[in-house]
């Protein structure tokens, strides 16, 4: 059964179809998303403690980041083009890929770094394409000037670009797009993550 997000981009047969319904799944993203962050915390092998406190590091800068740019997106009722959001065209994933990818580099388990490394190439092109495609639908002409210039993911320029009237929203982000529950959610995973490291 092919999933909602692809049939919107072009439902395709056979096994194509079957990866499309995969790939393009909001919930399995996000789902296995956190759930490799548990994966990096209970299979972490030993490692110098500078290699934790790095891949903390990451996370913590990549969860502050969702918090930001979370409490100033409203979705599909304006296309936020400032602060964060004149950066990268997904900074909540950038957010995601720091997270993870300092856990990985917590976690020293190079199965785990392949397994999240294939996370990453399996969902996140699918999940850019099906976002972009539908705020460009939205959006139209506004989507395609911001976005000409405006990098989906890493950014290429720090040419920040602040807006009073789009004030960050402590309920937006933490109540409405759920950044209190995972920002928990990650903190019991560095916890287990310690624990398993023989820090704890």
Same mark, same amino acid.
């Given at each position: 059964?092919?999933?909602?997000?692809?049939?919107? #981009?072009?439902? *395709?047969? @056979?096994?194509?179809?079957?990866?499309?319904?995969?790939?393009?799944?909001?919930?399995?993203?996000?789902?296995?998303?956190l759930l490799l962050l548990l994966v990096c915390a209970v299979f972490t092998e030993a490692a110098g403690e500078d290699r934790i406190y790095l891949g903390f590091a990451l996370a913590l800068i990549g969860q502050v980041w969702r918090i930001y740019a979370a409490g100033v997106i409203?979705?599909?009722?304006?296309?936020? $083009?400032? @602060?964060? !959001?004149?950066?990268?065209?997904?900074?909540?994933?950038? @957010?995601?890929?720091?997270?993870?990818?300092?856990? $990985? /580099?917590? =976690?020293?388990?190079?199965?785990?770094?392949? /397994?999240?490394?294939? %996370?990453?190439?399996? !969902?996140?092109?699918?999940?850019?394409?099906?976002?972009?495609?539908?705020?460009?639908?939205?959006?139209?002409?506004?989507? *395609? +000037?911001?976005?000409?210039?405006?990098? +989906? #993911?890493?950014? $290429? *320029?720090?040419?920040?670009? @602040?807006?009073?009237?789009?004030?960050?929203?402590?309920?937006?982000?933490?109540? *409405?797009?759920?950044? &209190?529950?995972?920002?928990?959610?990650?903190? /019991? =995973?560095?916890?287990? &993550?310690? !624990?398993? +490291?023989?820090? %704890?």
């Amino acid at each position: 059964m092919v999933s909602n997000r692809a049939e919107k #981009m072009g439902e *395709r047969a @056979g096994v194509a179809g079957f990866f499309d319904s995969l790939r393009f799944n909001e919930i399995a993203r996000q789902g296995l998303g956190l759930l490799l962050l548990l994966v990096c915390a209970v299979f972490t092998e030993a490692a110098g403690e500078d290699r934790i406190y790095l891949g903390f590091a990451l996370a913590l800068i990549g969860q502050v980041w969702r918090i930001y740019a979370a409490g100033v997106i409203y979705k599909n009722k304006q296309l936020a $083009t400032t @602060g964060a !959001y004149s950066l990268v065209r997904h900074p909540l994933y950038l @957010g995601n890929f720091l997270i993870l990818v300092g856990f $990985t /580099i917590a =976690c020293s388990n190079w199965i785990v770094v392949l /397994i999240v490394l294939f %996370f990453f190439w399996f !969902y996140y092109p699918a999940a850019i394409k099906y976002e972009d495609t539908k705020l460009e639908r939205i959006f139209e002409d506004q989507w *395609r +000037a911001w976005s000409a210039n405006t990098p +989906a #993911m890493f950014p $290429t *320029r720090l040419a920040w670009k @602040g807006n009073a009237n789009a004030e960050w929203n402590a309920r937006q982000s933490l109540l *409405r797009n759920g950044e &209190l529950i995972i920002s928990v959610y990650i903190v /019991i =995973c560095a916890a287990v &993550l310690l !624990y398993r +490291a023989g820090m %704890f």
